[in-house]
């Protein structure tokens, strides 16, 4: 295994990390609005929703973006 393709798996794994940490999150936003008896329970439940939401779309799509391989010139 060459250099460069030790950098993509691990880049791959990094997003990948993302992306699950973003589903815990989620998980964990609904375990809280699942119990929530209270007005702020339920809006931190909806606020870790969504938050989670905003990192399973954008971080690994920064990521990519950031690590692109740039262009010939």
Known sequence: MTEADR???NRYFLMM??????VAGAVLA???LGRATTTELTM????LMLASFWVMAAIPKMLARRWRTPPEA
């Open 7 to 9: 950098i993509a798996r």
């Open 44 to 47: 931190l439940g909806i606020a």
């Open 30 to 32: 609904l375990l809280i």
């Open 17 to 22: 990390g993302a992306n699950c940490v973003g």
